[in-house]
């Protein structure tokens, strides 16, 4: 399979659906190895996450059917025994990591005074504390090999405060601040770092806070996003697209950057 990411291999966290989903197959049809990472169990926080042992099989069927390469590991992004085994037995089966998605997260309501101890700790953890994790294992392959492109996955809440999602918000503004930190660390190596932060997307995250509402998921997007444009979300493509641009290099110069896909909300 020809394309711009021909033999280029991009490790991605949160990988079996959403956005981390439509990245694998969006670079899998570009050429690129896939090496995927996702959960692949129910936790208890938040509630609606429904992850299961099906979701990354499901997706390494459909890259191999578009002719694509993808190994894929199981495991908890807050574990760093998981992450380092992942980025360990990816990198020896493509010989290299380029490119590395650190896409997993979660997000729930409640006002920062009600959110019990666990509720904040889950969040920070599985925001920040893992995507710190799994740079601390790819930035290595990176520096070896002076080339290489991380790209977070934050949100508009990184740039802004949000209501009753107070501790999904700090998490994400604190990617920023890891993100800027490594593009100085890593700049000497040739390595770029970059977050995007789109408005609501279309997954089934967006399903999952409407159910702990009792709303519809147009209702959610509509209530809590604001975009300009007139649309109640993105869709993953819109995702894809981004990413697929500022991993090439067409951005071979963009690095310590946040990139808005936000429908013009921040505008207002």
Not at 210 to 239: C, F, H, K, Q, Y
Not at 243 to 262: E, H
């Amino acid at each position: 399979m020809a394309g711009e990411f021909e033999n280029k291999t991009i490790f991605i966290t949160g990988a079996a659906k959403g956005q981390g989903r439509g990245v694998a197959i969006a670079f899998a049809k570009q050429g690129a190895n896939i090496i995927a990472f996702d959960l692949e169990k129910k936790i208890e926080y938040p509630a609606y996450n429904k992850s299961s042992t099906q979701d990354l099989e499901l997706l390494k069927e459909e890259v191999i059917a578009l002719g694509g390469k993808i190994e894929i590991y199981s495991g908890d992004v807050r574990n760093a025994k998981d992450l380092q085994n992942a980025v360990e037995m990816g990198a020896k089966s493509f010989g290299a990591i380029d490119i590395l998605f650190s896409n997993a997260g979660i997000c729930a309501y409640g006002l920062s005074h009600e959110l019990t101890e666990n509720e904040w700790d889950s969040m920070i953890d599985i925001n920040l504390k893992g995507s710190w994790l799994v740079s601390k294992y790819v930035i290595p392959y990176f520096i070896k090999q002076n080339s290489g492109v991380i790209i977070y996955n934050s949100s508009i809440a990184g740039l802004r405060g949000m209501n009753r999602i107070a501790h999904y918000a700090a998490s994400k503004h604190a990617l920023v601040g890891l993100a800027k930190s490594q593009a100085i660390e890593l700049a000497p190596y040739g390595v770029r770092v970059l977050t995007i932060h789109p408005t609501g997307v279309n997954t089934p995250m967006n399903d999952g806070l409407a159910e702990m509402e009792g709303a519809t998921p147009i209702e959610i997007a509509e209530r809590s996003a604001g975009n300009l444009l007139p649309v109640p979300w993105v869709e993953v493509e819109d995702v894809t697209n981004l990413v697929l641009f500022l991993a090439s290099d067409k951005a071979r110069y963009i690095t310590g950057s946040q990139y808005l896909l936000d429908a013009g909300l921040l505008t207002r």
